[in-house]
């Protein structure tokens, strides 16, 4: 049997080195990669680029850019990490769980564009309730997110971690891209069907990985005055029967909360870390008629590498996503 031959063009970078990790145990597949003095050279990434099955880009998005045109068959698919074709029509939406024929799209594709880890979390909790008639697609919303530093990239990291650094900070916590200008703003309103850009307000804490996205609602001002207990139940019936999205019972997070790291009511950013998996809550108050949605998974796993290999397999057609 002829195993279909993956190149990871990035492999030594944050999200590459997951990649390669969750792949290197697979007898399946064959992992092609090229030695240190040719990850440079055009002439060396043409050639392994060409010769794949499929070809999964992390790389910065000019990068990615090049390492498309350096592919002149019709032959090699494409799995892009990087943030440079998230919008573009002509790539499929690397987000299985997002419609009912996204697995299927993904499963065709030749060009799949991975999506970015906030988007995944904001568009899980929000498009469903705007495709229920729950919430307005015209609604301003506002989405605040923490990730681990891990997300920024090597200088990021550096920063956190080396003392040596230029960047090197003691501080735990910071806002970011205060400017309302980040790149995943754009990709947010098109995957979630949103009519105008969300206010966006990311932060990165001193932690490595892991992540929340948060999306908070004042239900008065929502047409029909929905409760929180129906904005639970659209969720809930929109991801039923997928195996890497759960959306906690809405008892749980009504119920006092504990000091576990999966406790319902004190979601972790950590607590999903080095899984696939993406865990929604809906936390309300129907008195004060104030709701926020909350996602919870890890940036490089649910949010980046896990999330590209699940589109993998379903373009291998090793899977189909939903459990038996």
Request: hydrophobic residues 40%; neutral net charge.
């Amino acid at each position: 049997m002829v195993k279909p031959k993956i190149f990871i063009d990035g492999e030594h970078g944050t999200t590459g080195l997951q990649i390669r990790q969750r792949l290197a145990a697979r007898s399946d597949l064959e992992l092609l990669s090229l030695a240190e003095a040719d990850r440079k050279s055009a002439r060396a990434r043409a050639e392994a680029l060409n010769g794949a099955d499929v070809a999964i880009l992390c790389l910065p998005d000019d990068a990615a850019k090049e390492a498309v045109a350096l592919i002149e068959n019709d032959r090699t698919r494409i799995i892009d990490a990087s943030s440079a074709h998230r919008t573009a029509p002509d790539w499929v939406y690397g987000f299985p769980e997002m419609a009912s024929d996204q697995p299927k799209m993904i499963a065709r594709a030749m060009r799949v564009t991975n999506p970015g880890c906030y988007p995944t979390g904001a568009v899980a909790l929000v498009r469903p309730l705007i495709e229920a008639g729950l919430l307005p697609a015209d609604y301003p919303f506002t989405i605040n997110a923490i990730s681990g530093y891990s997300g920024g990239g090597k200088a990021m990291i550096a920063a956190f971690e080396d003392s040596a650094a230029k960047d090197y900070t003691e501080v735990h916590f910071r806002l970011y891209a205060l400017g309302f200008e980040h790149k995943h703003t754009e990709e947010i309103r098109t995957h979630a069907k949103l009519t105008h850009r969300p206010l966006f307000v990311p932060s990165v804490g001193r932690f490595a990985q892991g992540m929340l996205v948060s999306v908070p609602l004042q239900l008065w001002s929502l047409p029909g005055n929905p409760k929180s207990g129906a904005l639970h139940a659209a969720l809930s019936d929109a991801y039923d029967g997928y195996e890497f999205i759960e959306v906690v019972p809405y008892g749980e997070c009504l119920a006092i909360g504990g000091a576990s790291p999966l406790d319902a009511r004190n979601p972790q950013p950590e607590a999903l870390n080095g899984t696939n998996r993406l865990r929604l809550s809906v936390f309300g108050n129907d008195r004060r008629e104030q709701a926020v949605l909350v996602a919870q998974l890890d940036n490089l796993g649910k949010g980046a590498s896990g999330q590209a290999v699940q589109c993998l397999d379903l373009m291998l057609n090793a899977r189909l996503n939903r459990s038996p």
